[in-house]
């Protein structure tokens, strides 16, 4: 489920980034900064990456972004949930 969730995140990124990447390079003015780009699409990556690491077994890319971005919290007793 895992999975999933983090490759949609990812192709989501990858495909908002690439859109305003190409309506940028056919305005005659620069809209965004180049760092704009390198954020989201190593984001997008990194996210896809994850996501696509967990159907193919080798699923520590996945545990790294879970321990990042899912409230690692710790419970001492199961009544506390």
Same mark, same amino acid.
Not at 5 to 27: N, P, Y
Not at 29 to 58: E, N, R, T
């Given at each position: 489920?895992?999975?999933? *969730? +983090?490759?949609? &995140?990812? !192709? @989501? ?7 305003? =990447?190409? /309506? ?11 760092? *704009? +780009?390198?954020? &989201?699409? !190593? @984001? ?7 996501? =696509?690491? /967990? ?11 879970? *321990? ?14």
């Amino acid at each position: 489920m895992h999975g999933v *969730v +983090f490759t949609t &995140i990812g !192709a @989501a990124l990858l495909f908002i980034g690439t859109k305003i =990447l190409i /309506s940028e390079l056919q305005l005659p003015y620069p809209m965004a900064p180049w760092w *704009v +780009f390198v954020v &989201i699409f !190593a @984001a997008g990556g990194v996210f896809a990456g994850g996501g =696509l690491s /967990s159907f193919f077994g080798k699923s520590w890319l996945l545990r790294l972004l879970i *321990v990042l971005f899912g409230g690692n919290r710790i419970y001492s007793k199961a009544d506390q949930r």
